[in-house]
């Protein structure tokens, strides 16, 4: 979306930059402007206009100076009385746009855009400014906006890879690699066409593409996406070793997920490799396992045992060690036997596991104070 402003933003320039004026003067203006110095050259022009000019030129060149100052409220304030004077002004438009844009009233900036499109019907630029309005790629508006953009300029990529997005997550994987494949076409050489167009491949069935592509993608650096869809690719293709070659470079990059290693055990199981296929199948259920269950499972148990649902809470304490010890659990688990179910015995047991399990000292001053003192009357009345 930037890009396409500034380029606005050039064709202003040029129209402004010459624009005459009884007192202002172009030589100093255009210094000005070449050294980047846009706020002084809004402000000299407001002192060479009066606050009541109906001077379109003037205006847009205020206007344009403090938009490229940074200063929105001001540039928004004269463009706004440009607007008054030319409704239809293409570029007036497109600056009231992408001011309001950058002010967060994204409904302003629809209203501009739209009104661009009633003068402008074949005009690319308001429709992929249009469809970054609505950033949903479920959006449907979103899809109507790339859908034209991508029709009236096919080989433009960022339009491309948004519409070729949205045909994804529709499923629709054969229009989004087509999308992809003609703006390849116009740049074989946009490395980040090619990163898009992968997974789709990919899940085209495009093996030998996607390993092609992949390798030479690869010379660029490594990417984990690309790295994980050259991988699989030889996974389908029932190259295993090389398989494996590449999903080890991805945990070299710290960068595997559950799936990755799934794949990693099913081509070390292709392999008769069981040992290792046993390693990675443990790594896949650890990886598919949120380090934080056990917490959550002590909060369950938490919630039943001060309901007195005293079995409930018993069964999610003793759930929560199935995927990890924690002094939490433990602790718990004391308390419940001890408080609530009166056994000492599995009570004494638990408040022993809770001090193995080095709590942290600082922390848990109080717990491990208490713990330690019903120990010693556990043990007495033993």
Do not use: W
């Amino acid at each position: 979306m930037k890009n396409i402003f500034y380029s606005l933003l050039l064709m202003v320039f040029s129209q402004q930059c010459y624009a005459q004026s009884s007192t202002a003067d172009q030589q100093k203006l255009l210094d000005l402007y070449q050294n980047q110095k846009y706020a002084e050259a809004a402000q000299y022009l407001k002192n060479s206009y009066t606050d009541q000019t109906n001077d379109q030129k003037a205006l847009n060149q205020i206007a344009y100076c403090f938009l490229m100052a940074g200063n929105n409220v001001e540039a928004e304030k004269y463009y706004s009385k440009a607007y008054q004077l030319q409704p239809q002004n293409l570029s007036v438009l497109f600056s009231l746009g992408n001011i309001s844009t950058r002010r967060g009233n994204q409904q302003l900036a629809k209203k501009y855009y739209g009104e661009i499109v009633k003068i402008d019907s074949n005009n690319f630029n308001v429709y992929k400014l249009l469809a970054n309005l609505y950033p949903s790629v479920k959006d449907s508006l979103r899809f109507v906006y790339l859908l034209k953009a991508n029709q009236l300029n096919p080989n433009e990529a960022d339009v491309a890879i948004d519409l070729a997005e949205v045909h994804g997550v529709s499923q629709e994987y054969e229009k989004a690699y087509h999308v992809l494949d003609v703006a390849i076409k116009a740049d074989s050489e946009n490395l980040v066409l090619q990163r898009a167009k992968l997974p789709l491949a990919n899940q085209l069935k495009k093996y030998q593409e996607v390993i092609t592509t992949g390798e030479i993608l690869l010379k660029d650096g490594d990417d984990a996406a690309v790295i994980r869809d050259v991988a699989k690719a030889y996974y389908y293709t029932k190259k295993y070793d090389q398989a494996i070659k590449y999903f080890s470079r991805i945990e070299k990059l710290l960068m595997q997920n559950e799936n990755t290693l799934y794949f990693t055990s099913l081509s070390y199981r292709y392999l008769k490799n069981y040992k290792m296929a046993a390693i990675y199948a443990n790594k896949t259920i650890e990886e598919a396992i949120s380090p934080n269950t056990a917490s959550y499972y002590a909060l369950l148990g938490l919630s039943y045992e001060e309901n007195n649902q005293f079995k409930l809470a018993h069964a999610a304490y003793k759930k929560g060690l199935q995927f990890k010890a924690t002094p939490t659990l433990y602790y718990r688990l004391a308390i419940l036997y001890d408080t609530k179910l009166k056994q000492p015995k599995p009570a004494l047991n638990y408040y022993k596991l809770y001090l193995g399990s080095k709590p942290n000292a600082e922390d848990d001053e109080a717990e491990i104070k208490f713990t330690k003192d019903r120990i010693a009357q556990l043990l007495l009345t033993d």
